[in-house]
């Protein structure tokens, strides 16, 4: 297996998890939080696809899937397009409201455009730097990683969430 490879492997788990925290659930029930101040379901699916989708276009050099395949218009929401989600306050992440089938629908499509960009990847890209910023500097590796584990965290808040929200009662 290449380092490509692994990583298409590990990003793909990030959109079946957030499928199973979302499906079958209203807007209403999305926009539910498991308790006072949490973030909602719809808010950890949208941000997860937002954070990977501004990184990994960020990286690859083209313009974020939001914007370019309309998705930003699809959603609708009352913020600027360049918003991620962080640093939001508690009404800001009540207003990210969207169907189940939009937010698997935005998060394939950022997908389909991070597993292109992994596929353009050598083992020796991996290696090159991309913030300076940092001690150490960071790479294209790491950066895979950071985004890929705050991806990963966000959808197992979403499955909790669910699971505390649906069938804790």
Known sequence: MTPAELLVEAFSRVPETVARAVDGLSEDQLASRPATGANTLAWLAWHIARGQDA????????EQVWTADGWVERFGLPFPA??????????????????????????????????????????????????????????????????????????????????????NR
Not at 55 to 62: E, K, R, T, V, Y
Not at 134 to 148: A, E, K, N
């Open 55 to 62: 990184q990994i276009a960020d990286l690859a050099g083209s």
């Open 82 to 167: 360049e918003a991620l989600g962080y640093g939001m306050s508690r009404d800001d992440v009540g207003r990210v409201r969207a169907s189940a089938e939009l937010l698997n629908g935005y998060l394939g499509a950022v997908h389909e455009r991070t597993v292109a960009y992994l596929h353009t990847l050598s083992p020796e890209d991996l290696d090159t730097v991309v913030d300076e910023a940092w001690d150490p500097p960071v790479t294209v590796g790491v950066r895979l990683v950071s985004i890929l584990d705050d991806c990963v965290q966000h959808a197992g808040q979403a499955g909790y969430a669910r699971g505390v929200l649906f069938f």
